[in-house]
């Protein structure tokens, strides 16, 4: 396990985490943050947001991004090229398009876009828009701590290749099933993973997301797999 300083990370309900890097520079990944309503009221006034990660273009994703982007006017914004095209055509300042496979430098980290198995389509007002491939994160701090934000994703066996070049220690895992993983799913993408911790995301914000933080932990337990599950409430900290 890597001893280097690592972040804080609050969750902002359903897939959006705050990252605070050591200097205390800000990550917001998966900006949907006004509209959200899993974020409690006290959470949404964030302080700063230096650059921000999309994971894919789906407005429980994304919704906020125009807006905190304008506010806060971060110093990059990640998204696949599509995404960051029309980002870009919104008014939002200093995108960084990239694809699967590819990384690049953000805030000092090194995020690497991955593979994820899910739909992407941006909402507008004549219907939806192409929005390129769904995607997942990896991102190394300059000590070597690594995590991973799978965005929304079905289970996929090519997580074991995250681990190999990656080895993430932390993984925010889709859990609400019907979209995404289900629980049992999500357990075993942690022994594919070999993450040492898994903070379980996309659940229990609409009553159609039924899976549950107790059920991935029951799903590990069965399986003998020894990744800890950290359940936070929308607004906590890890």
């Known amino acids: ?40 009221s006290g959470a949404k006034e964030l302080p700063r947001v230096d650059a921000m990660l999309i994971t894919h273009a789906h407005s429980d994703h994304m919704g906020d991004a125009v807006g905190i982007a304008k506010r806060h006017r971060p110093q990059k914004v990640v998204a696949c090229y599509e995404v960051a095209a029309w980002l870009g055509a919104q008014g939002v300042e200093r995108c960084a398009g990239m694809n699967l496979g590819g990384s690049q430098e953000v805030l000092g980290t090194r995020v690497s876009m991955v593979r994820a198995d899910h739909s992407s389509g941006i909402a507008t007002p004549d219907g939806i828009r192409y929005g390129g491939l769904a995607a997942g994160y990896v991102v190394r701090l300059a000590g070597g701590y690594t995590f991973y934000h799978a965005g929304d994703t079905a289970l996929f066996s090519d997580m074991e290749l995250i681990a190999e070049l990656y080895r993430p220690e932390l993984a925010f895992l889709p859990i609400g099933d019907l979209y995404t ?43 003998g797999i020894t990744t800890e599950v950290v359940a936070l409430r929308a607004g906590e900290r890890y």
């Open 1 to 40: 396990m890597n001893s280097s300083p690592r972040p804080e990370f609050q969750y902002l309900g359903h897939s959006t985490v705050l990252c605070t890097l050591p200097d205390g520079r800000t990550i917001l990944i998966d900006p949907w943050v006004d509209n959200n309503p899993a974020c409690p």
């Open 181 to 223: 993983m289900d629980p049992l799913h999500a357990a075993i993408a942690c022994r594919l993973l070999g993450v040492s911790t898994v903070i379980p995301i996309h659940y229990a914000t609409f009553p159609a997301l039924t899976g549950t933080a107790e059920a991935l932990a029951a799903s590990l337990q069965d399986r």
